[in-house]
Nanobody, 124 residues
Framework: QVQLIESGGGLVQAGGSLRLSCAAS????????MGWFRQAPGKEREFVLA????????IHADFVKGRFSISRDLAKNTVYLQMNSLKPEDTAVYYC?????????????????WGQGTQVTVSS
């Protein structure tokens, strides 16, 4: 079982940046997909970005459009979500998730390990 703890959320003005962190523990992540999802008030959870722990593959949602990026620090067992040019519509709870075994990367139902989420609020 992988334990995930997100941090780095907060309040930022439109056009600003935030970097979210997801610290993983409890299991080796070799072969895992590490993903970021978000859920805005009144909306379903949606996929943002994902990367294989090896770094060989990365996928992202269309709305990312070069504003967000994902990275890993293998020594720290941590995945990061760098968000730039933030918009009010990016306001949501952001979740980190891990998927072992067969994963496409963007399907939330394949992810079996989830963090508690971190709130990101973008003011206009």
């Amino acid at each position: 079982q992988v334990q995930l703890i997100e941090s780095g959320g907060g309040l930022v003005q439109a056009g600003g940046s935030l970097r979210l962190s997801c610290a993983a523990s409890g299991h080796t992540l070799t072969g895992y997909w590490m993903g970021w999802f978000r859920q805005a008030p009144g909306k379903e959870r949606e996929f943002v970005l994902a990367v294989t722990w090896s770094g060989g593959r990365e996928i992202h949602a269309d709305f990312v459009k070069g504003r967000f990026s994902i990275s890993r620090d293998l020594a720290k067992n941590t995945v990061y979500l760098q968000m730039n040019s933030l918009k009010p519509e990016d306001t949501a709870v952001y979740y980190c998730a891990a998927c072992g075994g067969y994963c496409r990367g963007d399907d939330e139902y394949e992810y079996t390990n989830w963090g508690q989420g971190t709130q990101v609020t973008v003011s206009s």
